[in-house]
């Protein structure tokens, strides 16, 4: 299981313009912090998969381009715990809110290195150049980006989120969540 924070910038695009109120994010702009959950990240290709009519042999298939990777986020809360239902309200203001949202782990020592959002974040060789590291999802916190949040330099990947789901089964008070957003330039 991971431990990952996930903070609203109140940003509405990348380049760290306009920034909302707090009252607009969730969280009021404050870390979330979760502890003991599942990451499922998932990518797709734009592949032309269509069969040769008329024929049995496999055909050449042709790329087109990648779509944005996905990321779910599950874990468990519990009902009877006022921090997990202040923690619901958190994860399901999420979608609502407009600003893009930062994922990451919350540390600079090694065992940062066991984390899937770090590495997802960091790519192959850390290089902060997105012309040397084309696939790199996510990046480094900047120095003026450090000073807004009052953060480290961690990695992080930047995150729309699309739905929040929580289910409560019949006499039980553990809540079950699943958090699906698309993770973005």
């Known amino acids: 299981m991971a431990k990952i924070t996930i903070l609203d910038s109140?940003?509405?695009?990348?380049?760290?313009?306009?920034?909302?109120?707090?009252?607009?994010?969730?969280?009021g702009g404050s870390p979330i912090y979760l502890n003991a959950v599942r990451i499922a990240p998932s990518q797709a290709g734009s592949v032309d998969k269509q069969a040769r009519p008329g024929s049995n042999r496999l055909s050449e298939v042709n790329f087109g381009s990648a779509p944005n990777p996905e990321i779910v986020i599950s874990g468990l809360l519990k009902s009877s715990s006022t921090d997990d239902m202040a923690l619901a309200y958190a994860l399901f203001m999420l979608p609502r809110t407009i600003g893009y949202k930062y994922v990451y782990y919350p540390s600079t020592g090694?065992?940062?290195?066991?984390?899937?959002?770090?590495?997802?974040?960091y790519g192959v060789d850390g290089a902060d150049s997105d012309a040397t590291n084309p696939l790199r999802l996510g990046r480094a916190f900047t120095t003026a980006e450090q000073t807004t949040f009052t953060i480290a330099a961690y990695y992080y990947i930047r995150v729309r989120f699309t739905s929040f789901t929580p289910i409560q089964e019949a006499n039980s008070e553990m809540i079950r969540f699943?958090?699906?957003?698309?993770?973005?330039a």
């Open 178 to 184: 699943e958090l699906v957003g698309v993770i973005t």
């Open 10 to 27: 109140g940003y509405l695009t990348s380049s760290n313009t306009n920034r909302l109120d707090t009252g607009f994010m969730a969280n």
């Open 110 to 121: 090694t065992d940062k290195n066991d984390q899937l959002v770090y590495r997802m974040a």
